[in-house]
T-cell receptor, first 116, second 116 residues
Framework: DTEVTQTPKHLVMGMTNKKSLKCEQH?????MYWYKQKAKKPPELMFV???????INESVPSRFSPECPNSSLLNLHLHALQPEDSALYLC???????????????FGPGTRLLVL | AQSVAQPEDQVNVAEGNPLTVKCTYS??????LFWYVQYPNRGLQFLLK??????LVKGSYGFEAEFNKSQTSFHLKKPSALVSDSALYFC??????????????FGKGTKLSVKP
């Protein structure tokens, strides 16, 4: 089973709202990722968690706040977003093995976010 | 720095014909290369990867890719295209991040269109 689930599938929010995106995997992966993808563009990395600790933050604005409450869950808390933040938000996970960079990342279906 | 290039924005193929989607890479050290496919409004699905060993890598759905070190290429191929192969294809290289899981760096994507 290589399934990563994300909820909700779609989200519409105003610029003053607070919302959260959720990601879950039960593959025993200890690395989890958030990517942002604009239409017809490649995904761009936002955050990486390794063993439930934030290991990479790609200078993402503080209106995006990640959280990894346990090894299976990854959240992205959203607050005071801008219309240009509208995009597909993808979660991914991978094992952490001896070959650090060899492990495959498995992606969820994404949450399509629209900020009005 | 690691990077990948996909020189074609779109590839058009007739059903039943062979297809090739091109990818070239630039890395320092050993390359860890991946191909993903994305159907409309969906997440990314893993097709195959090259880590080491045999230059011809076989993956899901009948796809294969040939690693060519001298040409720094990792082209995706399929002997006989299906209409259902029509999608957006991303080549990716694993970024080497000291002390952390490396994220994926994606090419800009190639839209494959297979006509009946």
């Amino acid at each position: 089973d290589t399934e990563v689930t994300q909820t909700p599938k779609h989200l519409v929010m105003g610029m003053t709202n607070k919302k959260s995106l959720k990601c879950e995997q039960h593959m025993g992966h200890r690395a989890m990722y958030w990517y942002k993808q604009k239409a017809k563009k490649p995904p761009e990395l936002m955050f990486v968690y390794s063993y439930e600790k934030l290991s990479i933050n790609e200078s993402v604005p503080s209106r995006f706040s990640p959280e990894c409450p346990n090894s299976s869950l990854l959240n992205l808390h959203l607050h005071a977003l801008q219309p240009e933040d509208s995009a597909l938000y993808l979660c991914a996970s991978s094992q952490i093995g001896a070959g650090l960079y060899q492990e495959t990342q498995y992606f969820g279906p994404g949450t399509r976010l629209l900020v009005l | 720095a690691q990077s990948v290039a996909q020189p074609e924005d779109q590839v058009n193929v007739a059903e039943g014909n062979p297809l090739t989607v091109k990818c070239t890479y630039s890395v320092s050290g050993n390359p860890y290369l991946f191909w993903y496919v994305q159907y409309p409004n969906r997440g990314l699905q893993f097709l195959l990867k090259y880590i080491t060993g045999d230059n011809l890598v076989k993956g899901s759905y009948g796809f294969e890719a040939e690693f060519n070190k001298s040409q720094t290429s990792f082209h995706l191929k399929k002997p006989s295209a299906l209409v259902s192969d029509s999608a957006l294809y991303f080549c990716a290289v694993r970024a080497l991040r000291l002390g952390s899981q490396g994220n994926l760096i994606f090419g800009k994507g190639t839209k494959l269109s297979v006509k009946p």
